[in-house]
């Protein structure tokens, strides 16, 4: 098992969190096309915060590095993410080949207060 893999692996065991807390008609879907943000993603606030903080101790514990995927969001280029899209940046910044832009459209809009 790879990197990439093992990051997936991570995040469909956050994503196996998330749904231990909601009903069965409200589980998420671990494949890796299942979007994690964006216009159809299927978290609530709550189980957002639970996703993220999961993934991101499960990458600690996993890989003895510390990841902020708020980071990510902040930074990227793509207001959509996907569980493979998550787990190749995910592996990319764990591996050292990470790109970090400035900022993506979230942090722009952070910066001039439209959101």
Not at 3 to 11: A, E, N, P, R, S
Not at 44 to 49: E, I, K, N, R, T
Not at 60 to 80: T, W
Request: aromatic residues 6%; contains cysteine.
């Amino acid at each position: 098992m790879d990197g990439h893999d093992k990051v997936t692996q991570l995040i469909y065991d956050a994503i196996g969190e998330v749904n231990e807390m909601r009903s069965p008609d409200e589980a998420l879907e671990c494949s890796p096309e299942a979007v994690i943000i964006g216009s159809q993603a299927k978290m609530d606030s709550l189980a957002f915060v639970t996703f993220v903080a999961s993934v991101e101790e499960n990458i600690q514990r996993r890989f003895g590095k510390a990841v902020s995927l708020i980071d990510f969001m902040l930074v990227s280029e793509d207001p959509h993410w996907t569980v493979a899209s998550l787990a190749r940046s995910i592996a990319e910044r764990v591996n050292g080949n990470g790109h970090r832009p400035q900022h993506g459209p979230i942090a722009s809009r952070l910066s001039t207060g439209a959101l």
